[in-house]
């Protein structure tokens, strides 16, 4: 029988020799708060008509700046941002009714030791059109926050929503 004193001895003595077995202990995330904005293109066009379609800023096209780290490096500036998705994934959805999707955010950021990218998807939800603004939360493991759309082309009463821009604030973690 194995004493509790010998365990310890033998896991206190273990314990200095864990990186050359390659074990290592887990290494906490950085949580970088983030703002972003960006022009993307909804097709077919959200509208009073229910529809489901895609979402796309066509390219890292937008901005984003991190306060904090990516990957581990300090971020130096602005990076560049960009969004591909889809809207409408569990049933078609209207801009009076809101719904929801999903997509990936594309993001590069300068650091001292080069640009580090990100690829990160997430899922969103958003509520109906009001005073001009869909308001959007967007949730993953490594991407979230809030939101705000306003349309550029179309105003979802006399012609679908099928350019916006959206604005916000999120969390990184990486």
């Known amino acids: ?4 004193q010998k365990a310890l ?17 887990a290494q906490a995330k ?8 960006f022009d993307a293109d909804v097709n077919p066009g959200l509208s009073s008509s229910p529809s489901s379609g895609s979402v796309t800023s066509n390219g890292e096209t937008g901005t984003v700046t991190c306060q904090g780290k990516v990957n581990g ?18 049933g078609p959805d209207t801009c009076t009714s809101g719904g929801e999707g999903d997509g990936t955010g594309s993001m590069t950021f300068p650091t001292a030791d080069g640009p580090q ?4 998807p997430f899922t969103y939800t958003y509520g109906a059109l009001q005073n001009g603004v ?7 493991e490594t991407w979230s926050g ?5 349309p550029t ?11 916006m821009t959206a604005e916000g604030n999120g969390t990184l973690t990486s």
């Open 1 to 4: 029988m194995i004493t509790r």
């Open 9 to 25: 001895a033998v896991l206190l003595v273990t314990i200095p020799f864990l990186p050359l077995t390659g074990i290592v202990p």
């Open 30 to 37: 950085d949580q970088t708060p983030c703002s972003f904005k």
């Open 73 to 90: 490096k300090t971020v130096t500036g602005p990076g560049q941002y960009g969004m591909a998705g889809r809207y409408g994934t569990a």
């Open 117 to 120: 990218h990100v690829e990160a």
């Open 134 to 140: 869909l308001a959007v939360t967007f949730k993953s």
């Open 146 to 150: 809030t939101a705000e759309v306003r």
């Open 153 to 163: 082309k179309g105003d979802c009463a006399s012609a679908p929503l099928s350019k």
